[in-house]
Nanobody, 115 residues
Framework: QGQLVESGGGLVQPGGSLRLSCAAFGSIFRIYNLGWYRQGPGKQRELVATISSGGSTNYADSLEGRFTISRDSAKNMVYLQMNNLKPEDTAVYYC?????????WGQGTQVTVSS
């Protein structure tokens, strides 16, 4: 078994940037697809971005190229660089690790975009 721990959330003004980090404790995560999901107030959890063990990425269409996902497999870390943040990006952001039927979630980190 493993554990995912997110960090890097906070309050940022519109147009600002944040970088979220997720530490994946457990060597099994090196073969997992890693990703970020978010759940805004009154909304369902939605995909933000994923990255495979080979580095292939997938993004939600709504992001308009503002976010970038990356991973450091040697450190078992996955990152989400978020630029030009908008108030509608306000949400709890969750780290996810998936491999077949095995699915793990972090506890989430709050991102609030407000002036």
């Amino acid at each position: 078994q493993g554990q995912l721990v997110e960090s890097g959330g906070g309050l940022v003004q519109p147009g600002g940037s944040l970088r979220l980090s997720c530490a994946a404790f457990g060597s099994i995560f090196r073969i997992y697809n890693l990703g970020w999901y978010r759940q805004g107030p009154g909304k369902q959890r939605e995909l933000v971005a994923t990255i495979s063990s080979g580095g292939s990425t997938n993004y939600a269409d709504s992001l308009e190229g503002r976010f970038t996902i990356s991973r450091d497999s040697a450190k078992n870390m996955v990152y989400l660089q978020m630029n030009n943040l908008k108030p509608e990006d306000t949400a709890v952001y969750y780290c996810n690790a998936n491999y077949g039927i095995s699915n793990h979630w972090g506890q989430g980190t709050q991102v609030t975009v407000s002036s």
